[in-house]
Protein backbone atom coordinates (compact mmCIF):
# COMPACT_ATOMS: atom_id res chain seq x y z
CA UNK A 1 0.00 0.00 0.00
CA UNK A 2 1.23 3.52 -0.69
CA UNK A 3 0.47 6.69 1.49
CA UNK A 4 0.92 10.06 0.17
CA UNK A 5 3.95 11.62 2.07
CA UNK A 6 7.22 9.85 3.01
CA UNK A 7 8.17 8.15 6.29
CA UNK A 8 11.14 8.42 7.88
CA UNK A 9 13.28 4.79 7.38
CA UNK A 10 12.46 2.26 9.83
CA UNK A 11 14.69 1.96 13.21
CA UNK A 12 14.53 -1.60 14.21
CA UNK A 13 16.66 -1.16 17.10
CA UNK A 14 14.75 1.35 18.88
CA UNK A 15 11.46 -0.48 17.35
CA UNK A 16 11.87 -4.02 16.90
CA UNK A 17 8.91 -4.79 16.10
CA UNK A 18 7.07 -2.24 14.12
CA UNK A 19 10.77 -0.20 12.99
CA UNK A 20 8.51 2.49 13.90
CA UNK A 21 9.25 5.75 15.94
CA UNK A 22 7.55 8.81 17.25
CA UNK A 23 8.99 10.49 14.11
CA UNK A 24 6.83 8.01 12.11
CA UNK A 25 3.65 8.52 13.73
CA UNK A 26 4.34 12.49 13.68
CA UNK A 27 5.05 11.87 9.42
CA UNK A 28 1.82 10.38 9.72
CA UNK A 29 -0.03 12.99 11.72
CA UNK A 30 1.40 15.18 9.44
CA UNK A 31 0.86 13.72 6.61
CA UNK A 32 -3.21 13.27 7.65
CA UNK A 33 -3.02 17.25 8.65
CA UNK A 34 -1.87 18.24 5.22
CA UNK A 35 -4.29 16.28 3.33
CA UNK A 36 -7.29 17.26 5.34
CA UNK A 37 -6.22 21.43 5.53
CA UNK A 38 -6.58 21.09 1.95
CA UNK A 39 -10.13 21.55 1.92
CA UNK A 40 -10.17 24.28 4.56
CA UNK A 41 -12.36 27.50 3.81
CA UNK A 42 -10.84 31.03 3.16
CA UNK A 43 -10.71 31.66 7.03
CA UNK A 44 -9.80 28.13 8.37
CA UNK A 45 -12.69 27.56 10.74
CA UNK A 46 -14.11 24.78 8.66
CA UNK A 47 -12.42 22.38 6.66
CA UNK A 48 -15.59 20.74 3.71
CA UNK A 49 -13.92 17.50 3.55
CA UNK A 50 -15.15 15.57 0.31
CA UNK A 51 -17.82 13.81 0.45
CA UNK A 52 -21.83 12.82 0.66
CA UNK A 53 -22.87 15.57 3.78
CA UNK A 54 -24.26 13.56 6.80
CA UNK A 55 -27.76 14.38 8.36
CA UNK A 56 -26.50 17.14 10.29
CA UNK A 57 -25.49 18.91 7.86
CA UNK A 58 -22.69 20.90 5.74
CA UNK A 59 -21.81 23.58 8.36
CA UNK A 60 -21.45 20.87 11.06
CA UNK A 61 -19.68 18.36 9.26
CA UNK A 62 -17.29 21.41 8.32
CA UNK A 63 -16.87 22.13 11.64
CA UNK A 64 -16.30 18.21 12.59
CA UNK A 65 -12.86 18.22 9.93
CA UNK A 66 -11.79 21.42 12.12
CA UNK A 67 -12.50 19.46 15.84
CA UNK A 68 -10.98 16.27 14.62
CA UNK A 69 -7.94 16.81 12.70
CA UNK A 70 -7.61 20.29 15.49
CA UNK A 71 -7.42 17.02 18.24
CA UNK A 72 -4.77 15.37 15.78
CA UNK A 73 -2.54 18.59 16.20
CA UNK A 74 -2.95 18.88 19.78
CA UNK A 75 -1.41 15.39 19.98
CA UNK A 76 1.98 16.12 17.46
CA UNK A 77 2.32 19.14 18.99
CA UNK A 78 1.81 17.99 23.05
CA UNK A 79 3.78 15.30 22.31
CA UNK A 80 6.58 17.37 21.18
CA UNK A 81 6.75 19.60 23.61
CA UNK A 82 5.16 22.31 21.41
CA UNK A 83 7.88 22.01 18.06
CA UNK A 84 5.15 22.83 15.90
CA UNK A 85 7.29 22.91 12.03
CA UNK A 86 4.49 23.15 10.04
CA UNK A 87 2.51 25.93 11.78
CA UNK A 88 -0.33 24.05 12.50
CA UNK A 89 -1.55 26.09 15.83
CA UNK A 90 -1.28 29.09 13.62
CA UNK A 91 -3.81 27.49 11.07
CA UNK A 92 -6.16 26.66 13.94
CA UNK A 93 -6.19 30.23 15.82
CA UNK A 94 -7.06 31.33 12.58
CA UNK A 95 -9.76 29.20 12.57
CA UNK A 96 -10.86 29.89 16.18
CA UNK A 97 -11.11 33.16 15.53
CA UNK A 98 -13.02 32.81 12.09
CA UNK A 99 -15.12 30.16 13.66
CA UNK A 100 -16.72 32.24 17.00
CA UNK A 101 -16.67 35.47 15.53
CA UNK A 102 -20.56 35.13 14.59
CA UNK A 103 -21.43 31.18 15.55
CA UNK A 104 -24.87 30.39 13.95
CA UNK A 105 -24.73 32.88 10.89
CA UNK A 106 -25.05 31.31 7.78
CA UNK A 107 -21.64 32.66 6.37
CA UNK A 108 -19.00 30.68 5.33
CA UNK A 109 -16.81 30.63 8.31
CA UNK A 110 -18.93 30.84 11.56
CA UNK A 111 -19.48 27.95 13.35
CA UNK A 112 -22.91 26.18 14.23
CA UNK A 113 -24.47 26.87 17.74
CA UNK A 114 -24.11 24.12 20.35
CA UNK A 115 -28.23 22.86 20.83
CA UNK A 116 -29.59 19.93 22.66
CA UNK A 117 -28.69 16.92 21.42
CA UNK A 118 -31.93 16.68 19.73
CA UNK A 119 -32.06 19.79 17.56
CA UNK A 120 -28.77 20.27 16.80
CA UNK A 121 -26.42 17.57 18.17
CA UNK A 122 -23.35 17.18 16.57
CA UNK A 123 -21.51 20.70 17.75
CA UNK A 124 -21.73 19.54 21.24
CA UNK A 125 -19.86 16.33 19.88
CA UNK A 126 -17.12 18.33 18.30
CA UNK A 127 -16.91 20.74 21.30
CA UNK A 128 -15.29 17.90 23.34
CA UNK A 129 -12.29 17.88 21.04
CA UNK A 130 -11.93 21.25 20.28
CA UNK A 131 -12.03 21.79 24.82
CA UNK A 132 -9.42 18.81 24.48
CA UNK A 133 -7.65 20.08 21.68
CA UNK A 134 -7.38 23.61 23.19
CA UNK A 135 -6.50 21.73 26.74
CA UNK A 136 -3.63 20.12 25.25
CA UNK A 137 -2.15 22.91 23.45
CA UNK A 138 -3.01 25.76 26.28
CA UNK A 139 0.65 26.71 26.76
CA UNK A 140 1.08 27.22 22.74
CA UNK A 141 -2.00 28.50 21.25
CA UNK A 142 -4.69 29.47 23.96
CA UNK A 143 -2.06 31.82 25.74
CA UNK A 144 -1.32 33.57 22.82
CA UNK A 145 -5.03 33.83 21.83
CA UNK A 146 -6.24 37.34 21.72
CA UNK A 147 -8.31 38.11 24.51
CA UNK A 148 -11.41 38.39 22.70
CA UNK A 149 -11.61 35.64 20.63
CA UNK A 150 -10.67 33.81 24.02
CA UNK A 151 -13.82 35.03 24.92
CA UNK A 152 -15.81 34.31 22.37
CA UNK A 153 -14.51 30.49 22.47
CA UNK A 154 -15.06 30.15 25.85
CA UNK A 155 -18.98 31.30 24.93
CA UNK A 156 -19.29 29.10 22.37
CA UNK A 157 -18.13 26.12 24.52
CA UNK A 158 -19.99 27.44 26.82
CA UNK A 159 -23.32 26.24 24.98
CA UNK A 160 -22.12 22.93 26.03
CA UNK A 161 -22.67 23.32 29.48
CA UNK A 162 -26.23 24.72 28.86
CA UNK A 163 -27.74 21.97 26.86
CA UNK A 164 -28.36 18.53 27.21
Known sequence: MSIPFELPTEDRASSPYTGYT???WEAVADGLLWAAWRWSTPGRALLDLP???SR???RSDGLEGFARTFLA???RVAGADGADPHGWLDRYAEGLASGTRTPGRDDTESWPLILDHDVQGQPM???ASVALGLRLTAPWLWKNLD???QDRV???LRG???HV
Open 22 to 24: RAH
Open 147 to 149: AGV
Open 56 to 58: SGV
Open 160 to 162: ALR
Open 73 to 75: AGF
Open 154 to 156: EEW
Open 51 to 53: GRP
Open 125 to 127: VES
